[in-house]
């Protein structure tokens, strides 16, 4: 659960702090696991039980950008997220774990969120479970978590979405995340920490190398998608992907992903940014889709922190949209909101306050004091309603008295 990047930035050691988990909690962990915490996830609230599948992808045009000394290809891992038959879901076996127990062990590592044992917490999905019948196509999410964040940490949105008809596709940024596990008992752990610590690092081109690869990530996923021998994916769920209706979202950075991937890529039609902002550390750190602006439908989701709010309080997001025209864009603030509570800290922060393994201070300092159960519902619906009326033709987004619209 890395840190708000924008409060990064004003320390200048923005890629350090990616994966300082204890500056978001402010307290040590108990000893891993002793007392491990029973963290429970919100259901899915669509008509569609949910399947989910992982794959490994190897971009052999690329050189991972953080080893490339290693003459290595650029690996990714990828989770698929998708409406599932009934019947088929209800004869399978247990639900997905949150996490694979290697990356569930380092995951929260030093925090109180090492008193959690990942890989028992348990999603809503069932793995590889027959996809839903019907003649409707599913159009595609690809969802981009925020800098130092694993491909896991917004489930809950993501297994909401997937009941509601989206394929969502959650993306590892490889070397970003806190940790990947790969095939072959690997677990590659984020290279940011490290560089931060060091003196002779910009941590304006460390972002800016970050965000080079993130966006090249998703726009190598969407093409591994729409090559269904190279995917390797099922059949039924390769033929249910509707690839000409693709969205993007993400969190923190991986908001400005999407909204990169949106301005780089004809491909996706319509993106979400939860609470990232759109420009690097110093000055002339405008991105180039800040810069440029955007000219398919694009939703901006601000909180009540300092550094955010609505699209005129923030240098980055103003200037997009001054820059973008002839489509729809939209600005909502979560009122009473920090910039976490579009995460599962939102589920997961108040069940280890009420457990004792943190104060609530910091669930306030990290979510809000916006109602947690507010929070993820308004979101989920929010945002559902964003890519129903552009990826699907549907009507205006609804009212909610705790978002502030522009």
Same mark, same amino acid.
């Given at each position: 659960m890395p840190v708000?990047?924008?409060?990064?930035?004003?320390? &200048?050691?923005?890629?350090?702090?990616?994966? &300082? +988990?204890?500056? +978001?909690l402010g307290v040590r962990a108990p000893h891993a696991h002793a007392a491990a915490a029973d963290v429970q996830l919100p259901a899915p609230t669509g008509p569609y039980p949910v399947g989910t599948t992982t794959r490994h992808l190897v971009d052999t045009s690329r !050189?991972?950008?953080? @080893?490339?000394?290693?003459?290595? @290809?650029?690996?990714?891992?990828?989770?698929?997220?998708?409406?599932?038959?009934?019947e088929g879901w209800r004869a399978g076996g247990p639900t997905a774990p949150y996490m694979q127990r290697r990356a569930a062990d380092h995951f929260g590592r030093g925090t109180p969120l090492g008193a959690v044992d990942w890989s028992a917490v348990r999603t809503h999905a069932r793995p590889d479970a027959p996809v839903a019948r019907g003649s409707r196509v599913r159009p595609v999410l690809l969802y981009?978590?925020? +800098?130092?964040?694993?491909? !896991?940490?917004?489930t809950s949105l993501v297994e909401?979405?997937?009941?509601?008809?989206?394929?969502?596709? !959650?993306?590892?940024?490889?070397y970003d995340a806190s940790e990947v596990a790969l095939p072959g008992g690997r677990l590659a752990t984020s290279v940011l920490p490290a560089l931060a610590a060091r003196r002779d690092v910009d941590p304006a081109a460390v972002l800016r190398k970050a965000m080079r690869a993130r966006v090249d990530d998703l726009r190598f996923v969407l093409d591994r998608l729409g090559d269904r021998r190279a995917a390797r994916l099922p059949h039924a769920l390769a033929a249910a992907m509707?690839?000409? @209706?693709?969205?993007?979202? /993400?969190?923190?950075?991986?908001?400005?992903?999407a909204v990169q991937a949106l301005y780089e890529d004809r491909r996706v039609d319509a993106a979400v940014d939860l609470d990232g902002t759109l420009a690097f550390p110093g000055p002339g750190g405008l991105s180039a889709v800040a810069r440029a602006g955007v000219h398919r439908p694009l939703l901006l989701? /601000? !909180?009540?922190?300092?550094?955010?709010?609505?699209?005129?309080?923030?240098?980055?997001?103003?200037?997009?949209?001054?820059?973008? @025209? /002839?489509?729809?864009?939209?600005n909502a603030t979560l009122t009473g909101a920090e910039h976490g509570a579009y995460t599962d800290a939102t589920v997961v922060l108040p069940q280890l306050a009420r457990r004792g393994l943190i104060p609530w201070d910091t669930v306030r300092e990290a979510v809000g004091t916006v109602r947690p159960e507010r929070a993820v519902g308004v979101t989920r619906a929010y945002v559902a309603a964003f890519f129903d009326r552009f990826l699907r033709g549907g009507g205006p987004l609804p009212r909610f008295p705790e978002l502030r619209e522009r």
């Open positions: 708000n990047e924008r409060a990064l930035r004003r320390r &200048a050691v923005v890629a350090a702090a990616a994966l &300082a +988990l204890t500056g +978001l !050189t991972d950008p953080w @080893h490339p000394g290693r003459h290595a @290809h650029r690996e990714v891992m990828v989770s698929l997220w998708y409406p599932a038959a009934r981009s978590p925020g +800098l130092g964040d694993p491909r !896991t940490w917004n909401d979405l997937a009941s509601r008809g989206y394929v969502v596709v !959650t993306v590892d940024h490889t509707d690839l000409r @209706h693709v969205g993007a979202l /993400g969190h923190s950075a991986g908001g400005f992903t989701m /601000g !909180t009540d922190a300092a550094d955010s709010g609505p699209y005129d309080h923030q240098p980055s997001w103003l200037a997009l949209w001054r820059h973008s @025209h /002839g489509a729809w864009k939209g």
